[in-house]
């Protein structure tokens, strides 16, 4: 599957903004199978960039613009080739899997990903009625397909229900959100079992499947890390794979190290329109 997307962020200033430093995050990753063929930041007022990887293995790009400005606009444009098959329901636990599950070096290794950060805590009774229904975790890969689905039973898509701010404890209460409340929450029900579980940010190609939600914007989904294997994307939003329809961009611990587009400026308050259009090219 061969996409093109287009995601543009407007800024528009109450006051003069007269320089402003700003760090973006659209660049899509490339790995085993998601292959980057093309990428392009176009800046309006215009400016060079400078890129680096992050400690989480992001493409992230600097920019600082000197100039005075009330209109800030980033469009990036990218074409993203993807072969993905479905996998999870292949994967056999085995034994040895559950050692090295167990060992205190996998937690080591991965310990950025078990904690819980501000964003992803849920209260001990939240967890609790987690527990009610899905009872003891005791293969962590049924356990992220049964929380994958307990989320998105008991969470309804609500565009409104929540802010970019809200945390996973908050949006638990409310049974709403967006994909990003969503992602957060069940973020923080893995990591409470010591499952090592990361928040990936990218797009959704959603094409004729009008079941699927999250097109709109940037979409987020959960990974988690399956021993001997390697990390394995879940979608609550949807309760599906993450498969050739997920567009991966960026991977942390929350929303807070991967978000498309953060700054600093100096000058008044500020309104942001996003615009994200993905479209199929080859199939």
């Not at 959100?177 to 079992?193: A, E, P, S, W, Y």
Request: with cysteine; net charge negative; proline share 4%.
């Amino acid at each position: 599957m061969k996409y093109k997307i287009e995601h543009t962020n407007i800024f528009d200033y109450e006051t003069i903004v007269d320089q402003s430093m700003n760090t973006i995050r659209l660049k899509p990753r490339t790995d085993e199978c998601q292959r980057l063929l093309s990428y392009r930041a176009d800046i309006t007022p215009a400016t060079l960039t400078k890129e680096h990887v992050d400690i989480f293995g992001n493409n992230v790009e600097t920019f600082f613009i000197a100039e005075h400005h009330q209109h800030l606009e980033v469009k990036s444009t990218s074409i993203v080739s993807i072969q993905k098959s479905p996998f999870i329901h292949r994967i056999d636990y085995s034994p040895e899997m559950n050692v090295i599950f167990h060992s205190q070096l996998f937690k080591e290794h991965y310990l950025a990903y078990l904690s819980n950060t501000a964003y992803t805590y849920i209260t001990p009774e939240q967890m609790e009625l987690v527990d009610r229904e899905l009872g003891a975790m005791t293969n962590p890969v049924q356990y992220a397909i049964d929380v994958t689905e307990y989320v998105f039973d008991h969470f309804t898509y609500d565009g409104d229900s929540t802010t970019v701010t809200t945390k996973a404890s908050e949006s638990f209460d409310l049974k709403k959100g967006v994909c990003q409340d969503i992602t957060h929450v069940m973020l923080g029900i893995l990591r409470n079992k010591h499952i090592p579980a990361r928040y990936v940010s990218g797009y959704l190609y959603v094409g004729e499947d009008s079941a699927l939600v999250g097109d709109a914007a940037s979409h987020a989904w959960v990974e988690f890390m399956v021993p001997g294997i390697g990390w394995v994307g879940l979608d609550p939003t949807n309760n599906v794979e993450a498969l050739e329809n997920h567009i991966r961009v960026g991977v942390g611990r929350d929303y807070n190290d991967v978000s498309p587009v953060q700054g600093v400026y100096r000058g008044g308050s500020q309104s942001l329109d996003v615009k994200v259009s993905v479209s199929l090219l080859d199939q």
